[in-house]
């Protein structure tokens, strides 16, 4: 199995910045994809960045140029930084990865338990 433990969600003044981070622990065999959803009150969970094992990179079209993932293949940890934050972006932020553990189960999405960012004066 693998745990996904996700940390760094907070409240911030629009424009204002922060960083989240997701470390998976377990039986990892490997990660493969790597991304962070959210979901606002009523609306349903999107995809906001995802980062393969290489590095590539994809972001929805309203964080591009404001919110950068990124990710420590050693560390199993992946993270989100965002700046310029909007009051409209505030969400409960999920880690998602694709990964294979050392147990017999096939390969599989794992989810975290979900952070907080709320962004308002």
């Known amino acids: 199995q693998v745990q996904l433990v996700e940390s760094g969600g907070g409240l911030v003044q629009p424009g204002g910045s922060l960083r989240l981070s997701c470390a998976a622990s377990?039986?990892?065999?490997?990660?493969?994809?790597m991304s962070w959803y959210r979901q606002a009150p009523g609306k349903q969970r999107e995809l906001v960045a995802t980062?393969?094992?290489?590095?590539?990179?994809n972001y929805a079209d309203s964080v591009k140029g404001r919110f950068t993932i990124s990710r420590d293949n050693a560390e199993n940890t992946v993270y989100l930084q965002m700046n310029s934050l909007r009051p409209e972006e505030t969400a409960v932020y999920y880690c998602?990865?694709?990964?294979?553990?050392?147990?017999?189960?096939?390969?599989?999405?794992?989810w975290g338990q979900g952070t907080q960012v709320t962004v308002s004066s």
């Open positions: 998602n990865v694709f990964a294979y553990s050392l147990g017999p189960e096939p390969g599989g999405d794992y």
């Open positions: 980062i393969t094992t290489g590095g590539s990179t």
């Open positions: 377990g039986s990892i065999f490997s990660i493969n994809r």
